[in-house]
């Protein structure tokens, strides 16, 4: 790093006319909004109606998608937006509060995309005084943001170019202090892998791309440092509520996390016929005993950490390649384990290991490859060393997407772009939605999951639609997808939408009795609003709406909310003798039901009533005028 | 008996629930349960239809009539049980309904040189005829048959269905209960075996995860095991139908795998 290429003060852009009316608690009540290629900055005022409709994170990112996305722009063109959101909890005693959410239009999808992350950098980026970074231009060479409080600076940087993120965020913080935060781009992110992810402290905003986004404006990585502190409207409260919610995440909620964290979904998963293998085509994989947390945390795993802020620890570390430090989740070790055929607990450790370290999705890396692992098996592409339960093969190509080369060039692009290059039916078995690529739940066997994976304005996504636990509640049959699980659908999706808000860890959701009551005497402790279940239920509403209606104005059509062929044409054997099929003429039962409930029409728009009853009309007009 | 049937205690559950639990797992479609007027039922499945069997005392054909009458076009197929059949295998339930093909209207089994009218298949479309019996005063299953087309299963045509002969090799499944002494006899009977496994935070440290177990219902395997269906805890049977339901029955063969019921990651 050498010195500036620009350094400029924000005090007074903006700022005074925003801080007029001071915010409500929680919040600055402003964004700032950095232009790398002017190296100019100005503060964006954020009203604090705005404020109380979008609340924070993932809803108040896709407000501002809205407002600051040029329409029609390219996910990778200078022009387009990457926005790191923070919200009115982080900073406060609340545990798993110190999460941000960072959002773009997705190189892999061309539709919002937003990725949480956490730790240090939430609070840090925060105390900034901003509720939002937003990211345009891009620099003219490879550099490093750094925002000091309410100065910013572009610093060129070519010697951290190259670098795992990591590695990067370590040499920052060593030059420059520990108190400057980093989230940073691997190698990925630079080369523009559609399924790079942006990092921070080992943690990564991980789906759909963001990677590629910051790579596309030669920004290496993002520094803060916390220069404010904002208060909480009532301090009393927060802190009690905060000790409450710390005690019962000590509790049975969370106890899968504490002890053997994600991965315990494994063996769980192969046992009841939900485990995606070999890119889909089954859904129990033999090989299954050797990945199961239950079967070599105890020879393998070497620590357990959090995030800052967080009382209930799922990180759990596993012995990597070179004694490397690995952290391990159900969807790393699905992606790269059972999807790719792979059993060897030593392969998918160590590819795990890579994709953290070249800056890659290990969903959309583990997806992508399996894809291409069955072309190769059918002749389709010419790559004879890329077979199925191949784990030296595994890493080759990761490598290879890592750096671009050989058949990394093609699959690089996530596999909606790459079977359609490929063509010869492959197509039917690329296992996407809308470009992203499936997390590790089957859908035949987990039908509102189905329709969650097909709706979702993300694409497949398993954490802004959690409707696997719709299925996984033995309160309707998961075989049978109906009206039930539509309900179930929506439900996850209305939770999640308020938690990514919040923003609060999904892990902790099992603590809370009465979840949107909760959440909003939570909210009204720290912002001093008046906040009840039901205004934050129609909180939750307009949010999924407003993402809808960003794809929407972005060109979204109805049949982009569907499952690939493969699902609906293939059906899967289970244990107990039956067949799970999941027919197209149930799907679109599901998807009209999801519509109805939804206030859309059977063409997915949302009708006049329902966007005046949310008060999204203006992003309703907007959408139906440039979409 | 002493008391109806249908609320005949069973090891923690009554006969009509472990009997309409076994049936439930047995098929796909809807099952229905005829009861006389103003009759007492014990607690069951949510999912369990319940209708009135409009004139009493008409015998099986009239029940028969009400429950085919209540499937209308949802099955082609009903299989039909009595009440008080404790030891009823789903693999039994399985053989008979899949013995039907287009040239079969009853798939009745004959065990013991018994004709088995309540342990047996009916296509739905028969309903007409069984009214046309009702009204005729013809109230004996034995004229339906002379009227359709019966496949005959005996002990040894059973016995020839690999999962029955595993699972229910003394064909228990048509055992009814008549007597005070035939209910406590049954009654006595060792639970069935089922296999057990663990997962997640659930997997004991110092035991298999693995284990056999023998239960009558999932609340019965929970507390051999030591654990408690709360909301956080669901099992999953034949790694097929999750619940949380601790009277749902067991059969000899089963597996159920309890895991933790906050999935995701």
Known sequence: ?627 | MGSPKATLEWHGSTLLRRVTGIVGRSVDGPVVVVCAPGQDLPALDPAIEVVTDAREGRGPLQGLAAGLDAIGDRAAIAYVSSTDVPLLHPSFVRCVVGATNDDVDVVLPEIGGYRQPLAAAYRVELLGAVEELIAADRLRPAFLFERCRVLQLNDEAMLRDAAVARLDPSLGSVRNLNEPADYERAHALPPPEVVVERFGTLAPRSRPRRETVRAWTLGGVAAAIGLTLDEHIVAALNGDKISRDEQLPLAAGDTVAFMVADAGG
């Open chain 1, 1 to 627: 790093m050498t010195r500036p290429e620009a350094v400029w003060s924000i005090s007074g852009v903006g700022y005074d006319r925003c801080m007029q009316k001071p915010a409500p608690g929680g919040y600055f009540g402003k964004a700032l909004v950095v232009d790398l290629g002017r190296a100019s900055g100005t503060v964006k005022p954020l009203k604090e109606s705005v404020l109380r409709s979008y609340i924070g994170g993932a809803g108040l990112g896709a407000w501002l998608m809205h407002e600051c996305c040029p329409a029609a722009v390219e996910p990778l063109d200078p022009d387009a937006p990457l926005i790191f959101v923070f919200s009115p909890l982080v900073g406060t005693p609340l545990t798993t509060s110190a999460k941000f959410a960072v959002v773009a239009k997705s190189p892999l999808t061309g539709r919002l995309t937003d990725a949480l992350a956490s730790s240090h950098f939430a609070i840090a980026g925060k105390l900034t005084g901003h509720d939002a970074i937003v990211l345009r231009g891009a620099c003219a060479r490879p550099s490093v943001l750094m925002i000091d409080g309410d100065s910013v600076s572009v610093v060129p940087a070519d010697d951290l170019w190259g670098l795992p993120a990591a590695e990067a965020e370590l040499r920052l913080r060593e030059r420059m202090g520990p108190g400057w935060r980093v989230a940073a781009i691997g190698p990925a992110g630079e080369r523009l892998v559609r399924y790079a992810t942006i990092s921070h402290d080992g943690r990564h905003a991980g789906r759909g791309g963001l990677g590629a986004v910051m790579g596309s404006k030669r920004c290496k990585a993002i520094m803060v440092r916390a220069r404010h502190k904002v208060a909480s409207a009532d301090p009393r409260a927060v802190l009690a509520a905060a000790k409450d919610l710390r005690e019962r995440s000590f509790g049975a909620a969370t106890a899968k996390y504490r002890e053997l964290g994600t991965m315990a979904n494994l063996l769980a998963f192969n046992a009841i016929s939900a485990l995606p293998t070999r890119n889909f085509s089954a859904a129990t994989f033999d090989g299954a005993q050797s990945l199961g947390a239950e079967e070599i945390a105890e020879l393998r795993q070497v620590a357990r950490s959090s995030c800052a802020s967080c009382s209930i620890g799922c990180e759990h570390l596993y012995d990597g390649p070179g004694g490397k430090k690995t952290r391990m989740e159900y969807e790393n070790v699905f992606a790269l384990g059972p999807l790719c055929g792979v059993s060897d607990a030593d392969a998918v450790i160590a590819a795990s290991s890579l994709c953290d370290e070249l800056g890659l999705d290990t969903i959309s890396t583990g997806g992508t490859i399996a894809w291409a692992m069955e072309c190769a098996e059918k002749g389709l592409i010419d790559v004879p060393w890329l077979r199925f339960g191949d784990g030296t093969a595994l890493l080759r190509a990761i490598n290879e997407i890592g750096a671009r080369q050989g058949i990394g060039e093609l699959l690089a692009e996530g596999s909606r772009l790459a079977s359609r290059s490929v063509g010869r039916g492959s197509e039917a078995f690329a296992a996407h939605v809308k470009g992203l690529e499936l997390p590790g739940y089957e859908p035949r066997t987990l039908q509102a999951m189905a329709l969650g994976l097909a709706v979702n304005a993300r694409g497949a996504d398993h954490n802004r639609s959690g409707a696997y636990e719709a299925d996984l509640s033995g309160r309707h049959d998961r075989l049978l997808g109906g009206e039930p699980h539509v309900a179930g659908a929506i439900e996850t999706e209305d939770r999640a939408a308020i938690m990514d808000s919040l923003i609060l860890c999904k892990f902790l959701r099992g603590v809370f009795a009465d979840p949107f009551s909760e959440w909003a005497g939570l909210l009204s402790a720290v912002t001093g609003w008046n906040v009840d279940a039901e205004e934050l239920a129609t909180t939750a509403r307009r949010i999924v709406l407003a993402k809808r209606l960003f794809n929407l104005r972005e060109g979204w059509t109805r049949d982009e909310d569907w499952l690939p062929e493969r699902f609906l044409s293939e059906s899967l054997e289970l244990e107990s003798g039956r067949t799970a099929t999941l027919s197209a003429s149930r799907l679109e039962g599901m998807i009209s039901s999801y519509y109805r409930a939804r206030g859309l029409d059977q063409t997915g728009l949302p009708s006049r009533a329902t966007l005046g009853e949310l008060e999204l009309q203006e992003l309703g007009a907007e959408a139906r005028q440039l979409g």
